[in-house]
């Protein structure tokens, strides 16, 4: 049984097509990820920091670099769904959602979709607390980006 990739545009409509669609499929397929379903959400910059500040509103305005902030831009947000957390309408259990900013993204669909292999990441665990944590993301990152250039 595949995986389950949902995007949605920036309007609430849901994107079945275009470069964004199928890098998020070739990062999915990639990734040690089996039977499980992610949501995907571009949102205006405006609407990330909205949903940063709502979801982390105990974090300080300036934090240290690689640390979560509530500040003026947000890239991409990650939000793991728990663990065997049922979802009755879906076949698979969820991974989580990732939220890119879509402006970002429109500016630059390179950086957009490495924010997407980015989010994907933290949605398995990985993380830039430390500083050979960061290296390894971002190895990881450049492979998903080579996988995504190779598949046209």
């Known amino acids: 049984m595949p995986n389950t990739i949902t ?41 990330m920091v909205h949903l940063k500040q709502r979801s982390f509103p105990h974090l300080p305005k300036h934090t240290k670099p690689g640390m979560h902030a509530r500040s003026t831009s947000v890239d991409v947000l990650s939000f793991p769904a728990p663990k065997d957390f049922p979802d009755p309408e879906r076949r698979h259990a969820s991974l989580g959602e990732v939220y890119v900013n879509y402006d970002m993204w429109s500016r630059n669909a390179q950086h957009g979709i490495m924010l997407l292999a980015h989010g994907m990441l933290h949605l398995l665990g990985y993380d830039h607390v430390r500083d050979r944590d960061t290296v390894r993301m971002e190895r990881l990152e450049r492979k998903l980006w080579d996988r995504i250039v190779r598949s046209g």
């Open 7 to 47: 995007v949605w545009g920036p309007r609430g409509k849901r994107i079945t097509q275009g470069r964004f669609v199928r890098a998020a499929h070739v990062i999915f397929k990639k990734l040690p990820i089996h039977k499980r379903s992610v949501d995907i959400f571009l949102l205006p910059g405006r609407d």
